[in-house]
């Protein structure tokens, strides 16, 4: 399991495929609330227990792209860290989560291009050792600066 680099972030040269990083979050009434605000999606599957209570569901579900984010935490704040920036990313959703869940995001590194200093990661979300979500992301990684010449 990786850590955090003590910088904030790997640079390129010092990633490898395999290395892994997970993050563990709960999903909470304030955090849906505050994705709701933050993105504008107020769906009632999401919002509304009466609602969500007469779909498929039963119930409410947190939305699959916060559950996503967790991803994205990972890959900005440990594994690639601090200067990585997301060029693509593909997703796809497996089962709905609910209030209580702790979602496990793992980003493993799939991937290093030296050339185009580019990463691929597959990212996975898990609840209770459950696949909830999986896709890949495509990250820029800073390289080792150069030393200035005088």
């Known amino acids: 399991m990786t850590g955090p ?7 390129l040269e010092e990633l490898s495929v395999g290395m892994v990083a997970e993050k563990p979050v709960i999903i909470t009434e304030e955090r849906i609330q505050r994705f709701a605000e933050a993105s504008d999606d107020f769906n009632p599957v999401h919002m509304d227990e009466a609602y969500a209570s007469k779909t498929a569901y039963r119930g409410r579900i947190a939305h699959g ?4 984010s967790f991803g ?3 890959v ?3 594994l690639p860290g601090a200067g990585a920036i997301y060029l693509a990313q593909t997703l796809a959703f497996h089962k709905p989560v609910r209030i209580g869940d702790v979602v ?3 980003i493993t590194v799939a991937s290093v291009d030296e050339v185009s200093a580019r990463v691929v990661l597959t990212c996975e979300g898990h609840v ?3 696949l909830i979500m999986d896709g890949e992301a495509t990250v820029r ?6 030393p200035a010449k005088d």
């Open 5 to 11: 680099h003590p910088s904030g972030g790997y640079i």
């Open 65 to 68: 792209l916060l559950s996503a």
């Open 72 to 74: 994205s935490a990972v």
């Open 76 to 78: 900005g704040t440990i």
């Open 104 to 106: 496990i995001a793992k």
């Open 128 to 130: 209770n050792g459950e």
């Open 141 to 146: 990684v800073p390289r080792r600066r150069r």
